[in-house]
């Protein structure tokens, strides 16, 4: 069966864009709810007798820190679920770099790019990613092919 590889290259280039910007995305989502924790917490301070406001308010960012009390503890919680948020963007990200690295080198037709294609594609697919699972088949797809 004939297949073009320039087709599969493009769908492993479209599933490597995907998990960058899902990375992207990942990464500015966590920074915005870290910076407003803090600055609930800031607030809470400055205007203590907005409290319940401010408490309705964290609840829509986070329904768990809603059932802290607003003390020591649920900023810590915040912030750490939102740099967590955050390194899980970075490591999709780089994942999503490395997917495109691989499909660079495979489009100049070396057997070694569709591997790590199809590789970084799968560890992409395992985060649940659809980019990844676009870049897993392109790669074994391209495996074959060169």
């Known amino acids: 069966m004939v297949v073009n ?27 915005t709810t870290g910076a407003s924790v803090v600055a609930y917490q800031i607030l809470a301070y400055l205007y203590p007798s907005y409290l319940g406001i401010i408490l309705t308010l964290i609840s829509y960012i986070s329904p ?9 503890l649920a900023p810590i919680f915040g912030l750490q679920g939102a740099s967590s948020i955050v390194i899980g963007g970075i490591i999709i990200e780089a994942i999503g770099w490395l997917t ?9 037709g070396i057997r070694a790019g569709a591997g790590l294609m199809a590789f970084f594609g799968f560890l992409g ?5 659809i980019g990844g699972l676009l870049a897993l088949i ?9």
């Open 5 to 31: 590889p320039k087709a599969w290259n493009w769908l492993g280039r479209i599933g490597a864009g995907y998990i960058v910007l899902t990375g992207i995305i990942m990464i500015v989502l966590g920074v």
């Open 64 to 72: 768990t820190l809603a059932a802290f009390s607003f003390g020591p």
């Open 100 to 108: 495109s690295f691989g499909a660079l080198l495979s489009r100049f």
């Open 125 to 129: 697919f395992l985060f649940f990613n």
């Open 138 to 146: 392109a790669g074994i797809a391209l495996w074959y092919e060169t």
